[in-house]
């Protein structure tokens, strides 16, 4: 027994020699060495896409930094990135250019292009010409060179905003109009801009001009919702509906016409009977600079103030909607104002 407490009494002694007796034990963690394997490598340019030689790109990280010039391709490659799990500034910039810089993550192999824009350029306004077209139609726009003879020979490009550019065009003289034709495959909005190149080794872009390219080809419609009388001796027909008119230059194939009708003294009835108020039918085709009449027929529960309105297409033609204000009148209308 005395031997065992002996024993026991050593063991604590040794144990409080180890430990200190008062305050916080700290236990070294193990800690990954950071790894500076990212690179980030890419083009500088300027906003015509031509190269910018040396042009500073630099990577900032954890209070310091890694740094490259572009070469005469406009190449960088700045190297010894540390990777992490933390976003990173990216800046490029070279005396003469507004700076480019964007936050991101780097790996190993991470690309990104640079686009600086020349610094004190003249503001140009966009070419003129057509807001408004068809595809496959040739439209033709033109812009304006500025008047600074000491900048001459002026060279354009004109972008036509679906990935067709052409190239350098010239020379012209200061102060002279210069137009371009172009037409568009497929509807949609497209920016089209020209680019100027002088003298003086300026080189920008102009403003853009938007249009808009329609999938119709020529026929284009216009309505007028109104009445009708149809005078064939001894009978006298009326008539209420769409007077439909082909402004365009094709004819107008497979017209469709939707038509509504909302409101009146006999509205709730109506819904309750569950009478119509939408029709849908057609009216076949018009010819150009010719106009067709599509009536629709309205019984007696059509009553009092009333509106009215109609959407028409055809294969080859946008729609058009139009609604106004009528009286009706067990089965006749009139148009009071148009909305």
Do not use: Q
Not at 99 to 113: F, K
Not at 192 to 217: M, Q, R
């Amino acid at each position: 027994m005395k031997k065992e407490i002996v024993g026991i009494f050593v063991c604590t002694l040794l144990f409080a020699t180890v430990l200190p007796l008062s305050g916080t034990v700290i236990v070294e963690k193990n800690t990954m060495p950071t790894i500076y394997d990212g690179s980030l490598s890419g083009y500088v340019n300027d906003t015509l896409m031509n190269p910018i030689e040396g042009a500073l790109v630099r990577v900032y990280f954890h209070e310091t930094y890694e740094e490259d010039y572009s070469d005469g391709s406009g190449y960088y490659n700045v190297t010894s990135i540390p990777i992490c799990y933390c976003l990173k500034n990216c800046t490029a910039s070279k005396e003469g250019y507004n700076p480019d810089w964007v936050w991101m993550g780097i790996t190993d192999n991470t690309t990104y292009d640079f686009v600086l824009t020349p610094l004190n350029l003249p503001r140009l306004d966009p070419p003129y010409g057509p807001i408004e077209g068809f595809v496959g139609v040739d439209y033709t726009f033109c812009f304006d060179l500025p008047d600074d003879p000491e900048c001459e020979p002026y060279y354009v490009i004109w972008d036509w905003g679906d990935g067709h550019v052409t190239s350098w065009i010239g020379p012209y003289s200061a102060g002279e109009t210069v137009c371009a034709n172009h037409s568009w495959d497929e509807p949609g909005d497209y920016e089209v801009k020209v680019a100027i190149k002088d003298g003086c080794g300026n080189e920008y872009w102009s403003d853009p001009l938007t249009i808009t390219i329609h999938t119709t080809t020529g026929a284009e419609l216009e309505i007028e919702i109104s009445d009708y009388f149809e005078n064939k001796n001894p009978i006298v027909r009326y008539y209420h509906g769409v007077l439909i008119e082909n402004v365009g230059d094709e004819t107008a194939n497979g017209i469709a016409v939707d038509f509504w009708v909302s409101g009146g003294i006999f509205s709730k009835l109506r819904e309750r009977l569950k009478v119509r108020d939408y029709w849908a039918y057609g009216c076949g085709k018009i010819e150009p600079d010719e106009k067709a009449y599509c009536p629709i027929s309205l019984n007696w529960l059509y009553l009092g103030n009333v509106e009215l309105t109609a959407k028409v297409w055809a294969d080859n033609a946008d729609p058009v909607t139009k609604t106004v204000n009528a009286f009706a009148s067990f089965g006749f209308i009139w148009v009071t104002s148009e909305e």
